[in-house]
């Protein structure tokens, strides 16, 4: 490998906002060059990061690891089991467009009992919709922030805000934005030293658009950033960073590199992609997914399998000679053969 390359990337995933595309990148990074993953258990995120979050099966003999590519509830600890030189990286999306698209995922309606329209125009929204003991229940709210650590129960302490956005300012090296979603894997690149056919993807995750979407109106996007006020101020932090990080690197570069990916991603497409297919996850919204063109391809594979994180756990049990037990063996199979 090129001594300029950096191998030790920390990715907080949030929700809803295109993370597992950016995760497939850095786990299909991982897997081409053989490097220890740290996974979570699910079911701890909704508690700050800790010791029993790390899967106990996959755990290394050091507890360090050179890659994290997972949901997790954040906490300045889980740096702990970063090596040195981590790069630390999470992403963000505008908040209307973030509450909308988790409302249809989560499938808020059957929770609420509300389509998003009534819900958007209730004057007082219920507080056993809004708190943080509903955030299993109701997703939404100022998720962001609680992807990124913030207890919610300091939502009206404006100084807890400020210090919040100011510690993530602090501990993450890059923020890539959602709306720029290409000229962040450019700059992901130039952070890693990887060459722009490393950070080359296809979406993945995707929800797909309603039926008959809700159109939102001025208002609607006013009250949804009211009831998003941290995640607003988080966004707009990062996105004024981001665009200073742009006039740096150089815009004109920058937009050559873009089309650049661009082409690269078109490629990768055409090369990988049998045919775009449509399924639910676990019960919720609709979402885009792909059915290989060629499964020898181990590159198209780690582009277009959702579960690419199963296979890292996979991976990393054979590495450490543990047994991982899964739910389908023939599909591992087909996936590490």
């Known amino acids: 490998m090129n001594n300029s390359i950096r191998t030790n990337i920390f990715f907080l995933k949030t929700h809803k906002t295109a993370s597992t595309t950016v995760q497939s990148v850095i786990l299909k990074f991982a897997i081409m060059n053989s490097l220890d993953v740290m996974h979570v258990i699910y079911a701890s995120y909704y508690s700050p990061f800790s010791d029993s979050s790390i899967d106990s099966k996959l755990v290394t003999p050091n507890n360090k690891y050179n890659v994290f590519a997972e949901?997790?509830?954040?906490?300045?600890?889980?740096?702990?089991?970063?090596?040195?030189d981590t790069s630390m990286v999470t992403i963000l999306r505008h908040p209307v467009k973030l509450f909308q698209s988790v409302y249809y995922f989560f499938r808020m309606d059957t929770t609420t009992g509300m389509t998003f329209e009534q819900f958007l125009n209730m004057p007082v929204k219920p507080?056993?919709?809004t708190g943080f003991d509903s955030q299993k229940a109701y997703r939404g709210y100022n998720q962001m922030s609680v992807d990124l650590g913030f207890d919610l129960a300091q939502s009206k302490n404006t100084t807890a805000v400020t210090e919040f956005i100011a510690k993530i300012d602090r501990e993450?090296?890059?923020?890539?934005i959602t709306e720029h979603m290409d000229e962040s894997f450019?700059?992901?690149?130039?952070?890693?030293?990887?060459?722009?056919e490393y950070v080359a993807s296809l979406k993945l995750n995707v929800r797909l658009p309603e039926l008959d979407p809700y159109i939102l109106t001025p208002r609607d996007e006013l009250t949804i950033l009211d009831l998003n006020q941290i995640d607003t101020q988080l966004?707009?932090?990062?996105?004024?960073?981001?665009q200073k990080c742009k006039r740096q690197y150089g815009e004109d570069n920058l937009n050559r590199q873009v089309r650049q990916l661009q082409t690269i991603n078109k490629s990768l497409k055409e090369r990988c992609v049998a045919e775009e297919v449509t399924g639910f996850n676990k019960g919720k919204a609709e979402r885009l997914g792909y059915v290989p063109k060629n499964r020898s391809?181990?590159?198209?594979?780690?582009?277009?399998?959702?579960?690419?994180t199963r296979t890292t756990r996979k991976l990393q049990a054979n590495h450490l000679n543990k047994t991982y037990m899964n739910r389908n063996n023939k599909m591992w199979n087909n996936l590490l053969n």
Request: hydrophobic share 45%; aromatic share 20%.
């Open 71 to 84: 949901h997790a509830r954040y906490d300045s600890n889980i740096k702990l089991y970063q090596y040195p």
């Open 127 to 129: 507080a056993s919709l």
């Open 172 to 176: 993450f090296d890059f923020v890539m």
């Open 186 to 196: 450019v700059l992901l690149a130039n952070l890693m030293g990887w060459p722009l």
């Open 235 to 242: 966004y707009n932090h990062f996105l004024e960073k981001f």
């Open 297 to 308: 391809d181990k590159e198209c594979i780690y582009s277009t399998e959702l579960y690419l």
